[in-house]
């Protein structure tokens, strides 16, 4: 199973990036989906989370600015962000708990990464 993320990139305070992340590989379902964030020095957090029913969780610093949501035919979470901050620059990660058939235990999987920079 590998998890590809993209939309990372460079934005002004105030601006949006939409981040993508697939999964593919031997899977039989997703469960929950979450993207978390680094920054330099700092440990990783949970910015919001997806559940395969689609109820949704997120830190209070995003709230009212970020929205995460599932495609589940394509296996895929997004995270749209608006209202950017300075403080919101970080390495983005990507989480999904996979099951590789109907009876295996769920197991954490993650993907590589994308830095999200946003200028003051």
């Known amino acids: 199973v590998q998890l590809q993320a993209s939309g990372g990139g460079l934005v002004q305070a105030g601006g949006s990036l939409r981040l993508s992340c697939a999964a593919s590989?031997?899977?039989?379902?997703?469960?929950?989906m979450g993207w978390y964030r680094q920054a330099p020095g700092k440990q990783r957090e949970l910015v919001a989370g997806i559940t395969s029913g689609g109820s949704t969780n997120y830190a209070d610093s995003v709230k009212g600015r970020f929205t995460i949501s599932r495609d589940n035919v394509k296996n895929t979470a997004y995270l749209q962000m608006n209202t950017l901050k300075p403080e919101d620059t970080a390495v983005y990660y990507c989480?999904?708990?996979?099951?590789?058939?109907?009876?295996?235990?769920?197991?954490?999987?993650w993907g590589p990464g994308t830095q999200v920079t946003v200028s003051s």
């Open positions: 590989g031997s899977i039989s379902r997703i469960n929950a």
């Open positions: 989480n999904a708990d996979i099951q590789h058939n109907r009876y295996a235990p769920n197991r954490a999987y």
